[in-house]
């Protein structure tokens, strides 16, 4: 903790006789004018100060913030909390397993090895839509879900026994996003440290993008990857720009026929377009207090899709009327009160606050929306959805053009947009970007299938498949499900189509996944549930399901329909998240809607619909219903959440949170301090990060006789590095689990796997996009063997392993933007598993850059203007890295030489800069990693 006060800050809160230790704001000149989200920063700053990581420069850096300025000045922020799903949980309390067995063999203590920030995990990633449509659904996919992933879920049944301030939520409780806004968030923190019973900011890193969601709660926090959060458990600071701050203006009222989810598609659509990306974003004026809290948490939750670091709300009145709801003892919301009160962290509208740039929307133009068919910024309004389905159907359905002869190819630019280019087909072959061809269309009207497909289903359901169809209608993500507002709405108009006669189509795949049980006994208690299940919406289970592609297949006959016929079908979910090929392998085009509106289109049964104009179905006279005779009335849906949610609700769901039901209790559970790995599994397997490490750390080393692993150009994300999604039995990973006996079917993800690094090491650098320069016109994990003669072909992790067998170091060349988008743990610990001791590049995303060091790797920059390229490199060059020793002085080298030695002998130098940015950063390299140099602190 913080041994340096450099500001006078710390003082004394009393609140109903309990005294707080606090650090205030008012301590430091230019606090008051600084925009809510960057008190919050500098109150950290000012607890945490040391006097060398973080000083008062830092702070006064932070105080006297420039709000016209780009970013220029790094700070370290010491997150309250961590909070992570199980996909991204595991590597992290696999690394902590991990520690203690190194604890022990240093001849220390491995209890000693426990979270020093409050760590929760929830199980909320791994339930699959497999059963749908029926009362047992929720009941089969938990069991399936048991039988998958067992092996992880005993081992994190040993890490919520084993570890102090590390609790697990068990599967089927709900989703972690959900879970952190209704119980997990403290809004302001208590902690007793060196004595003292702290106050403090809650503030939280997590292991998922839409972290951000709890920033409707006035907690700031934001997604990290697994590396950030492991030091923020471990005590350590995270790195970042002192950020540029978005004000956002809200006014008005959102009208009765809009929803909270139109809201947040409007402002995603607003605040992509601005551009937000790295930026905070903060809510402020009157209108402020006129937003739900469910709303304010929805807005955060949709943070990552408008591209912002964060998205939030102040305290305020509405955030105390919300703790109280949720169940939070009455003296923690006084104390939220006090506190944010004193320290000028509750919301004043009449306060003039100044920020980097400014928008605003009046609440009062916002109109029915979806988003999509592949991006949540595309907003499409509701008047204009069936038009603008016909436009992007374009763009999924195949067309053909057949050559000629030569002539110019006016034919294409007057038939085809230019984001849809044609296939060119000459003698069979494809031929790419012709000068000059004369074109015909094949089919003129492919913009809409020639005619539908009929479909017998076994259970005797018959019907017409058509592009556009609506495969998929699912509501379900955090986004929404935590809003009542919207989930309520969705069950009160399959009330009203209900009692109209409407069904929903028989080829539509339908489900709920609340993201907590808090939703289940609301639709109970409102006599709701019996509507949405006659539309075939029964609870699927409790979980990020359908937004993170976990949907489940089709129906098998309906999937071979789509494929046989190339349809393009769709797929309408109340989710965050509709990238292309995410939702279900067969569904291409995807749209997000509010729930009600989910329901509608489960009812319509196609995007091909107007529902201005179309009729949904007639009522038992025989009338017309359209969706504006069963569009739920707000004042209705108002007097239905009055009436059917309360405070005992979510104090009696959440009483026994972390106690699981009975396959979770009666799991074979490992016991004892340190983990009893299984030889065995192919999900959890400890890591080699701390074999042959001792109690002091090895003198750094220069490099030398180092090979290029990879040759790659600029703007190489994490997701071209780090293991993603699928793989198949010829890769590396494949290869290696039918080596271990499972079969094709059970590979699951790389997400899944990500607790055993032999898995994850071998689909390192093996995206199937990624180019390596070392070879020509090759795309995937592949790369040139120079410890073999001619140096041939090889993938990645075989090159690796031999390089390694031969004690040759690695290196590899980059362009710009070394490492953008996510930061993945895995893009950091794949790397320093292979063997790569320096990356160089052009420049480096920060976040990578920084999860480089922290996994022993040293980040390297070209001198200002050059490249390997301009360089003369050509990576078949042996490296020599010169100069990094001086790290065991204590200083860090601003450059260090790099001497690359061709097969000719002829050699090229240059001075490459060190991108060892702070005097923790240092720490950590010279200790191998960040995991190393805790592990050390602990066991002295």
């Not at 409102?526 to 609870?539: A, H, Q, T, V």
């Amino acid at each position: 903790m913080a041994s340096v006060n450099s500001f006078g800050s710390q003082g004394t809160l009393d609140v109903a006789g309990t005294g707080y230790q606090i650090f205030r704001l008012n301590a430091v000149d230019g606090a008051e004018q600084l925009p809510y989200s960057l008190k919050v920063l500098l109150e950290n700053l000012l607890r945490t100060e040391d006097g060398e990581n973080i000083t008062a420069e830092h702070i006064n850096a932070l105080a006297r913030w420039d709000a016209e300025a780009e970013p220029a000045t790094e700070i370290q922020f010491t997150p309250a909390r961590v909070i992570m799903q199980d996909f991204t949980g595991v590597p992290c309390v696999v690394d902590l397993a991990t520690m203690r067995e190194a604890v022990a063999d240093l001849g220390g203590d491995p209890k000693r090895v426990n979270p020093l920030a409050p760590a929760e995990l929830v199980i909320d990633h791994s339930v699959q839509i497999d059963v749908f449509g029926n009362a047992q659904a929720l009941e089969r996919n938990i069991e399936i879900e048991y039988q998958r992933n067992g092996e992880r879920y005993q081992f994190l049944r040993w890490g919520q026994t084993a570890f102090d301030d590390f609790k697990v939520v068990p599967p089927g409780m709900g989703i972690v996003h959900q879970v952190n806004i209704e119980y997990l968030a403290r809004t302001v923190m208590t902690r007793e440290v060196d004595g003292a019973l702290q106050a403090y900011p809650d503030t939280c890193v997590g292991t998922d993008s839409h972290t951000t969601m709890v920033n409707g709660l006035g907690v700031l926090g934001w997604g990290v990857g697994g590396i950030e959060a492991e030091a923020a458990m471990l005590g350590q600071p995270v790195s970042m720009l002192i950020p540029r701050v978005v004000g956002f203006k809200l006014t008005g009222q959102i009208p009765a026929g809009a929803t909270a989810t139109d809201v947040v598609l409007t402002i995603t659509e607003m605040l992509r377009e601005h551009g937000v990306v790295g930026k905070f974003v903060e809510f402020y004026g009157e209108g402020v207090a006129a937003v739900p809290l469910a709303n304010r948490a929805t807005i955060g939750n949709m943070s990552p899709e408008f591209g912002s670091t964060a998205a939030i709300f102040p305290i305020d009145d509405v955030t105390l009327e919300y703790l109280r709801l949720t169940g939070r003892p009455e003296e923690n919301v006084a104390l939220v009160e006090a506190y944010t009160k004193e320290q000028g962290l509750w919301h004043d509208p009449s306060k003039e606050v100044k920020y980097s740039e400014y928008l605003e929307l009046d609440l009062s133009t916002v109109v029915p929306s979806i988003a999509g068919p592949k991006r949540p910024q595309d907003r499409v309004e509701l008047a204009n959805a069936k038009m603008q389905f016909h436009r992007d159907l374009e763009n999924y359905v195949h067309k053909q053009v057949e050559a000629e002869g030569p002539s110019v190819d006016e034919a294409v630019e007057e038939s085809f947009p230019a984001s849809d280019p044609p296939t060119y087909t000459d003698a069979g072959s494809k031929i790419k970007n012709p000068a000059h061809l004369t074109v015909k269309r094949t089919d003129p009207d492919s913009g809409r299938a020639k005619h539908p497909v009929e479909v017998t289903m076994p259970d005797g359901r018959n019907f017409m498949l058509d592009h556009g169809a609506v495969t998929i209608a699912s509501i379900t993500s955090c986004t929404n499900t935590s809003n009542p507002s919207v989930m309520l709405a969705a069950a009160v108009l399959a009330r009203n189509a209900v009692e109209k006669g409407l069904a929903s189509k028989p080829w539509v795949k339908t489900s709920v996944a609340p993201g907590s049980k808090v939703v289940t006994d609301y639709y109970e208690r409102s006599g709701l549930i019996p509507y949405l299940e006659k539309l075939g919406f029964f609870i699927v289970g409790y979980g990020c399901t359908t937004c993170i592609g976990n949907s489940g297949p089709l129906e098998e006959e309906i999937s071979q329909t789509i494929s046989d016929n190339d349809l393009a079908v769709s797929a309408v979910l109340s989710g965050n998240r509709n990238f292309e090929g995410r939702i279900n392998p067969d569904v291409k085009m995807n749209y997000l809607a509010s729930p009600p509106l989910v329901v509608a289109y489960a009812l319509a049964g196609s995007m091909d619909f107007d529902f201005e104009d179309d009729p949904l179905g007639q009522d038992p006279d025989g009338n017309d219903v359209f969706l504006k005779d069963i569009w739920p009335d707000p004042l209705e849906v108002q007097r239905i959440i009055d009436s059917s949610i309360d405070k005992d609700m979510f104090t009696s769901s959440y009483e026994t949170i972390f106690d699981g039901d009975e396959r979770w209790q009666s799991l074979p559970t490992p016991s004892g301090d340190t983990f009893a790995w299984d030889p065995q599994s192919t999900y959890v397997r400890k890591p080699p990060y701390f074999e042959g490490m001792q109690a002091r750390p090895e003198a750094v080393q220069d490099v030398q006789g180092a090979r290029v692993l990879l040759k790659l150009g600029d703007s190489v994300t994490t997701d071209h590095i780090s293991p993603a999604g699928s793989f198949k039995s010829d890769t590396p990973a494949g290869k290696y689990l039918l080596e271990h006996g499972v079969e094709r079917k059970d590979f699951n993800s790389y997400g899944s796997r990500r607790g055993n690094h032999e898995v994850m090491i071998r689909g390192t650098f093996a995206n199937i996009r990624i180019r390596n320069q070392l070879l020509d016109g090759v795309e995937g994990g592949f790369t040139r063997d120079f410890s073999q003669d001619g140096g041939p072909q090889a993938a990645v992790y075989d090159a690796s392993m031999n390089y390694q067998s031969a004690g040759i170091p690695l290196v590899v060349l980059a362009g710009k933007e070394y490492g953008s988008g996510s930061s993945r743990d895995w893009a950091a610990k794949g790397t320093a598993l292979l063997g790569i001791k320096a990356v160089i590049a052009e420049s480096f995303e920060r976040i990578h850059r920084s999860n480089l060091i922290g996994m022993g790797v040293l980040p390297l920059q070209f001198p200002a203007g050059e490249s390997a390229s301009s360089l003369g490199l050509d990576g078949t060059e042996t490296f020599a890295i010169e100069g990094v020793t001086a790290l065991n002085e204590g200083t860090t080298p601003r450059t260090v030489r790099v001497t690359a030695t061709a097969a000719d002998g002829g050699q090229k130098q240059f001075d490459a800069d060190v991108r060892i940015d702070t005097p923790g950063e240092a720490d950590y390299y010279r200790h191998g990693g960040i995991l190393q140099y805790v592990l050390r602190q602990l066991a002295a």
